[in-house]
């Protein structure tokens, strides 16, 4: 880690792939990046010296920078949203890298996450898992009183810590198995952790696992990549969790 | 709404039924490795517990179960190994390491696995349907399985082979354990570190228990 530049000089080997091409790395400078910038500035930086020569920037997705949306999705050197425990990449500064570093730069890898072009990829897969039972129906007409259904502070706690899941896909992409199960327990936990989830708890759980398997994400096989690379620190007991959600939701279904 | 994925066909069906028959085949390895201990005692330990086991007509069930156990473990290995290959896609580059690194054993699960069946049919061809001495203890006639197990441990590429597959075993275990505990939903922050210390503390016992035998035999009692 480098403490005394103030601007460093880096090689990128960027994933460049345009749609339904095959992809390939491409190697850029980035130079005169000041350890102060976001790993996502530094990739503005680089691709404001590709529209000055006339070429085609590099797509990636971004929108807030500060760590709350989960489009940010870059793989660096080997992991989602770089080296360092719960850090997206708009949080990853430049300081963590050495001068005269080769960076390789990767999108989000799996079969369900196609790429758009480049680093974007296209994680609709969620979006539908979502849809399948990701939500609470609630009806309309004055809000209620707030506090007028009592949560159990620890479930509070921990529905809160499952709902901090921005949905970036960054567990599918450090899974060796591209499983999507980390994402898909978050959601389910949180919700079933509180009141108002009561209501779909069952049915929620048969059928965003069905659509996450008909998504082919891969199977779970427990190794924690998801986990160590989360950026928001979503645990394994959520997993765990949703395997008890599952097996009574399947033993109890009438039809 | 989307059709239910299916108790033991969804993709957390397969967690359960690698967990529980990945759990059933441990306690036999523990048992198995346990007996084979009886080595350090004497010959005639050896062989009488064995002719326990195998004179008892129940035998014949315990075994029926283990081998169903297995098949129903391996078949969903092989259904788990192809379709997680085919889900990760286009990625033959680079994988997570440092601080978002996993352990070894459990990214190398489906080889220790393939290399452990391999050796456990060999091991079977090798003593259940190995050369049959017979030995006799007041008067009761059994099957000498330690002789066999002496005279097959005099060879060093037969122990060495014995050696490598059984520390595949350790890894397989050392993740296997902990992990069925996660896969039937068994994970809480007050029990889950001591799972995941005896997981590795088994693990090792295991292994090194079931080494032991060939590598006294070739050390101690060569012929
Ligand atoms: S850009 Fe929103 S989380 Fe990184």
Known sequence: ?255 | MAASAGLFTSSIGKKYLMGITGLAWSLFVLMHMAANLLIFVSPKAYNAYSHVLISNPFIYVAEAGLVLLLLIHVYNAIKLTLENRAARGERAFLTTSGAKGVSSASKTMAAQGSLILVFTILHLITFKYGTVYMASYDGVVMRDLHRLVLEVFQSPGYVGWYVVALVALGFHLSHGFQSSFQSLGLNHPRYTPAIKKIGLFYAVIVAAGFIAQPVYVFLVHKQ
């Not at chain 1, 880096?10 to 790993?39: C, E, H």
């Not at chain 1, 159990?152 to 899974?175: P, R, T, W």
């Open chain 1, 1 to 255: 880690m480098s403490t005394t530049h103030k601007s460093l000089n880096l090689t990128l080997k960027v994933w460049r792939q345009k749609p339904g091409a095959p992809g390939r790395f491409v190697t850029y400078p980035a130079r005169n990046i000041s350890t102060d910038m976001s790993f996502l500035e530094m990739m503005d930086v680089v691709n404001q010296d590709l529209i000055k020569k006339g070429d085609d920037p590099i797509a990636f997705d971004h929108d807030c920078r500060e760590g709350i949306c989960g489009s940010c999705s870059m793989t660096i050197n080997g992991n989602p949203h770089g080296p360092d425990r719960e850090t997206a990449t708009c949080q990853l500064h430049m300081r963590r890298f050495t001068e005269g570093e080769t960076i390789t730069v990767e999108p989000f890898r799996a079969r369900s996450f196609p790429v758009i072009k480049d680093l974007a990829v296209d994680r609709a897969a969620l979006d539908r898992i979502m849809a399948a039972g990701g939500f609470v129906s609630v009806s309309t007409g004055n809000a209620q009183d707030a506090n007028n259904i009592p949560v159990a502070k620890e479930n509070a706690d921990l529905a809160f810590d499952a709902a901090a899941c921005i949905g970036c896909g960054a567990c599918v992409a450090a899974c060796k198995n591209a499983s999507a199960m980390l994402f898909v327990s978050a959601k389910i936990s949180q919700l079933a952790l509180l009141p108002q989830g009561q209501v779909e708890r069952e049915r929620r759980a048969r059928n965003m696992i069905a659509q996450m398997d008909k998504e082919k994400f891969g199977n779970c096989t427990n190794t924690g990549a998801c986990e160590a690379a989360c950026p928001k620190g979503i645990t394994m007991e959520n997993m765990a969790r949703t395997y008890r959600e599952f097996l009574k939701a399947e033993l109890s279904k009438r039809h």
